[in-house]
Nanobody, 128 residues
Framework: QSRLVESGGGSVHPGGSLRLSCTAS???????IGWFRQVPGKGREGVSC????????YSADSVKGRFTISIDKAKNTAYLQMDRLTPEDTAVYYC??????????????????????WGQGTQVTVSS
């Protein structure tokens, strides 16, 4: 059974950092992987995505320059390094896989319908 297992969420003060990890039970070759987040009452927002074949990345304007997505193909693991966190970053973060590797990373992040696999979600809370 295909699975995505996330880790790394938690609580930090504004300005702090966290790193999320997502390990897949399948190869990530020719897939797009990324992170979405969701707050109560709103839909899931694409945060950062990466095309594992082309290597192109996309980050939403709200996190550009603060969040960095990367991948270790040998470990089938993606990472989201989150720096200079603000209270507005508080959300449940979900790892997500779009199996269509021909999609650009921005497409995967902007189309929830493109996602076939979801992680269980991890809470990130930023407060003073």
């Amino acid at each position: 059974q295909s699975r995505l297992v996330e880790s790394g969420g938690g609580s930090v003060h504004p300005g702090g950092s966290l790193r999320l990890s997502c390990t897949a039970s399948f190869t990530l070759d020719y897939h797009n992987i990324g992170w979405f987040r969701q707050v109560p009452g709103k839909g899931r927002e694409g945060v950062s995505c990466i095309n594992t074949y082309e290597g192109d990345t996309y980050s939403a304007d709200s996190v550009k320059g603060r969040f960095t997505i990367s991948i270790d193909k040998a470990k089938n693991t993606a990472y989201l390094q989150m720096d200079r966190l603000t209270p507005e970053d508080t959300a449940v973060y979900y790892c997500a896989v779009d199996p269509e590797g021909y999609h650009e990373s921005q497409y995967s992040c902007n189309h929830v319908s493109a996602i076939d696999f979801w992680g269980q979600g991890t809470q990130v809370t930023v407060s003073s």
